[in-house]
């Protein structure tokens, strides 16, 4: 199986597996507890149908959007994840350039392996940058400083996070940073020399947003005690108050779920918010992004921007959010497996697949502009 054979989102997942040593691939295709979440957001999709209008003149389509201050040229964009390197040498370098063929967004993850400010320089296209909540409020500042002078487009605060996600696979492989495998999990690592070689011929693995300011190395801090120790649970909407008055320009939280919550956000002046349960990989049995989505929207997105992220395999999932009112919609494992199959080629290949479904269906659903779609083109079973 080679790149040209992977035409959607399972076929790159194939071709993953096959090239990653197991714990690795389980990390990233794992959730939380019974991962019932992390499959309900792709089915609750499925409960609702498109409805197309024919004969409208379709010969041209326009899929770009502004959202939170970007003009995007698709809907569609690359949700910040973790450790990129991990899974291709290439890394955030891969997703980000494939990212600016496609003229979308990226999001560089506090626990990225690539610095953002590197990351800055190379690319033009928006870049977003996830942060999350430190008890050391000094080191808040100088983070969002940092951020501020690299010339960060969006802030994205992580706010399902508050603690780690029980994540089984994980445990029963012993991925954790530093790698404290099992014995089953060395045996895993055993099987994909090609990884291993390629890991130890590139750049060694570190965590540039964070380590200067935390010792990562020799296994001083693992990624598990930063989010135990570092990390503040008692963090509330005052002090997110106080940080979106500190960027003072788009600041969006990622992983709101209610009503309630989505209203504050607005209060206390974000510019949007990303409906979002970590890819089923926090709260399992929590709802489905996409099946929040609509009262969200009618409660604030009349003042805010409203994202979406969680099991968007396909063009049509994509037309749906858009539809019920949302913005854009984020992606992860969708560019992260292409990644892992094939760096950034694997990531353009996805990405450019993902444009190509999505002029398809508006094609099909007689639409030519993003704006066109609305809730008439759906109805619920
Ligand atoms: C391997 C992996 C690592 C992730 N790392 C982060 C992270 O560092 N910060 C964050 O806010 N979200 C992180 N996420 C969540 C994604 O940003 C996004 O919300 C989620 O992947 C969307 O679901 P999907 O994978 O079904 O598209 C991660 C997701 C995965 C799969």
Known sequence: MRL??????????????????????????GAADDEVTY???????????????????????????????????MPVYCSPTALQRLFHHQGERAVAAAAEK???????????????????KAHKTPQVYQFYFHKDRGLNRAMMQRAKEAGVDVMMLTVDSITGGNRERDLRTGFSIPFRLTLGGMLQFAIKPLWGINYVTHERFKLPQLDEHVDMSGGAMSIGRYFTEMLDPSMTWNDVA???????????????????????????GCSGIVISNHGGRQ????????????EIVDAVGDRIDVLMDGGVQRGTH????????????GVGRFYLFPLAAAGQAGVERALGLMRTEIERDMKLMGCTSISQLSRDNLRFR
């Not at 496609?102 to 800055?120: A, C, I, K, P």
């Not at 106080?242 to 206390?268: P, T």
């Not at 037309?319 to 019920?324: G, N, P, T, Y």
């Open 318 to 329: 994509v037309l749906k959010a858009l539809s019920l009112g949302a913005k854009a919609v």
């Open 242 to 268: 106080e940080m979106v008055r500190a960027w003072n320009g788009q600041f969006c939280l990622k992983g709101v779920m209610s009503v309630a919550d989505a209203r504050r956000a607005a209060e206390i």
């Open 102 to 120: 496609s003229g979308t967004m990226f999001g560089v993850s506090s626990l990225g392996t690539v610095s953002l400010e590197e990351l800055r």
């Open 4 to 29: 040209r054979d992977c035409h959607n989102f399972h076929d790159f997942r194939r071709l993953a597996k096959r090239r990653l040593p197991g714990p690795i691939f389980n990390y990233i295709d």
């Open 283 to 294: 709260l399992d049995g929590s709802r489905a992004p996409f099946d929040q989505l609509a």
């Open 39 to 73: 499959r309900r957001n792709t089915a609750s999709f499925e409960r609702c149908d498109l409805v197309p209008n024919i004969l409208r003149g379709v010969e041209t389509i326009d899929l770009s959007v502004t959202v939170l201050g970007q003009k995007l040229a």
